[in-house]
């Protein structure tokens, strides 16, 4: 049996993965989801859509994609998720490293650490549904690129594709090479709607459940003590006022998923689909006087629509054998992570007794927070999109 090391090396061949694309598999109507989102799925966003941003060129701050009214505008992903060895890092420890020479230092209050997902196509995917992901990534590529090349007389470094492709057994995220993308038409239709997907979805409510979890009544915002993460601890963990923010993170039957309980279900080749807002940094470049901007797609909301195969890999307390750096004094950080989304359930439940929204039926937006530890969101009710656009997506020229 194939096991989660297998998938990170894009070995892998599950029945599990293979059953999304049967006629009651989670991806067997991405059609007809696609049509539902418009113009609130990433695919379908043009250039101005994605680079209309709010401030002008500032250094040392991040500007964002928004709309006509100034709120932040998000779009929807789809993808799967790939390992933690080609670039998907969760809490407690994120994005946080530890140099390898020298003392290491721990992180403290004011210690920014950010949790990255990365998504990929989804295994054994028909043409349509990998030409979905691809027009995703296309969408953002030409994006950044255009506004690149707009900056160039400006001394600005134009930013990089952002998808990548990881050598087949490869476990070094370095030797990651671009991947060059070009939007195709997507045609598949799908003749009749089917059950399957709102039954599956309904039976691994039963099974993916947080019974087991003591605060269930905890809600998008509020804040948790970063000690009931797993792995949290140990000589890396030095917080005296930190809290953990509960972020909008949803399992396949609809439910809130803790942090936790993270780990369970943000598990290598599970089918997702997020929201996200793209994000841009501005930094000067003192020692060749240059300014650089570093995008960022700022996640506001997961949805796990197809759970993994594979069993979660629980994180491990870190440990050290060299000395620790001094520990500086803490501060306190600012907290306020509420926002709100729409569309997020792109697989309609009605037979569900939980009430999980479906991307069909509810145009009612629902409470969301970024799931980047250190930025607020505050996001739009894209559910109602300004001039929709065909589910069949032409070739952008």
Partial sequence: MANIKDYMSNTVDHPAL???????GALHELP?????????WAGMATVEELTTIDQPNTYSRNYVNVD????EKVFMYIGEILG??????????GNFSIPEKGNAKPMVDDTTVKQ????????FGDEYVQGCFINQVVAVHEAITEEGEAEKKAN?????LRGIQVDSGSSDSA???????????????????????????SSEKKKEGN?????????????MIPSLLPGYGGPLCAHSKAQCVVLDVRDAAGNLVLPPDYYKVIVPGALAWLTAVLKAWIYIDKDKNLRRKYYHLCITSIDIVNKSPFDPIKPEVRLLDRPMANLPTPKKQDGGLVAMRSLLRPVATPSNPSGSSSASSSTSPSASSSATASDDVDMEDTSAAKNPKPAKVPRRK
Avoid: H, W
């Fill in 18 to 24: 293979r059953a999304r694309m049967e006629p009651q």
């Fill in 32 to 40: 007809k989801t696609i049509e539902r989102l418009g113009g609130s």
């Fill in 68 to 71: 006509s009214d100034g709120a």
């Fill in 84 to 93: 933690f060895e080609q670039g998907t890092a969760l809490a407690p420890f």
């Fill in 116 to 123: 990255i997902i990365v998504l990929g196509p989804p295994t």
């Fill in 156 to 160: 600005v470094i134009p930013p990089d």
């Fill in 175 to 201: 030797k990651a090479k671009p991947v060059k993308y070009e939007r195709v038409s997507l045609k598949r239709s799908v003749p009749g709607s089917s059950e399957g997907s709102a039954n599956s979805a």
């Fill in 211 to 223: 019974e087991e979890t003591p605060a269930k009544k905890v809600a998008v915002g509020d804040y």
